[in-house]
């Protein structure tokens, strides 16, 4: 018993000098690297300078072009006013609607600075309802394109050089369009202007010009109290030059 006692004594004694346990926390493993392809950010391409900017700088220098006036003596004294009529019936369908309204906008801007003016790209497109990106496939840029392509503006080093009077359309034109429209446009050659109907409709205009009507419905105005088409066209443009 003594033995036995001595050994469980003694294996008591050894027991209790253990150190406890070792409770320190396993360390996270290391964490896995990733291929620099994976890694990297991905990069994408800004279509426009305004994509490009970085927050807060959205307001950017807006993109702007030159309009001066178009001077051509012959054009400019028989020529239509792109208001007119003539260029409503006859070159709208040459130009298509956006350009003739472009074409419409950028006049009216040389009537009020002669010498020529700045124009916003951006704003005069979203102002008429239409896209504008940089280059040459918004529908704004190609309407501007077709106003160069028939010859009514040309390309400057800044900007364009704008007819401020319409010429005639041209036979290949015309023979492209309908039937009734290149009747119509024969029947306005044809037709000649009598002095007692252009003093009747000169009397009209100026009752409407002192009645503070503008000047871009004079011609539509005379027409609608049954004076023809070229007198009207001639009066109104008369008034214009004033």
Not at 134 to 143: D, E, N, Q, T, V
Not at 171 to 174: A, C, D, E, F, P
Not at 199 to 207: D, G, V, Y
């Given at each position: ?7 469980s ?9 253990l150190s ?10 290391p964490?896995r ?12 391409t ?12 959205g307001?950017l ?19 239509h006013d792109?208001?007119?009529r003539y ?7 040459v ?25 916003d790209?951006?704003?005069t497109?979203?102002?008429m ?16 394109q077709?106003?160069?392509m ?20 041209a036979?290949?034109?015309?023979r492209?369009m309908?039937d009734a429209?290149q009747?119509?446009?024969?029947e ?6 009598t002095?007692?109907?252009l ?9 409407m ?6 000047l ?7 027409v609608?109290?049954g004076?023809?088409d ?6 109104a443009?008369?008034?214009c030059r004033?």
């Open positions: 018993m003594t033995s036995i006692d001595a050994i004594s003694t294996d008591t004694t050894s027991t209790s000098k406890p346990p070792d409770r320190r926390p396993i360390p996270p493993p964490p690297i990733r291929p620099a392809s994976a890694t990297a950010a991905p990069t994408t800004p279509t426009t300078a305004r994509e490009a900017a970085p927050a807060g700088h307001d220098e807006p993109c702007t072009v030159v309009i001066r006036p178009w001077i051509d003596p012959l054009v400019d004294d028989d020529g792109p208001r007119s260029v409503e019936q006859f070159w709208l369908g130009l298509g609607p956006t350009a003739t309204w472009i074409l419409r906008r950028l006049v009216a801007g040389l009537e009020r600075h002669p010498e020529g003016y700045q124009l790209l951006a704003l497109a979203k102002m309802g239409l896209s504008y990106t940089a280059g040459r496939s918004s529908p704004f840029s190609k309407a501007l077709r106003c160069t028939f010859g009514l503006a040309h390309q400057t080093s800044d900007g364009l050089a704008v007819r401020r009077r319409i010429p005639p359309v036979h290949r034109h015309l492209r309908p429209v009747s119509a446009h024969d306005w050659q044809r037709s000649s202007i002095i007692d109907a003093s009747r409709a000169h009397r009209i205009a100026l009752a010009l002192e009645s503070g009507d503008d871009a419905v004079i011609e539509h105005q005379l609608a109290v004076i023809d070229q007198t009207a066209a001639e009066v443009d008369n008034a004033l």
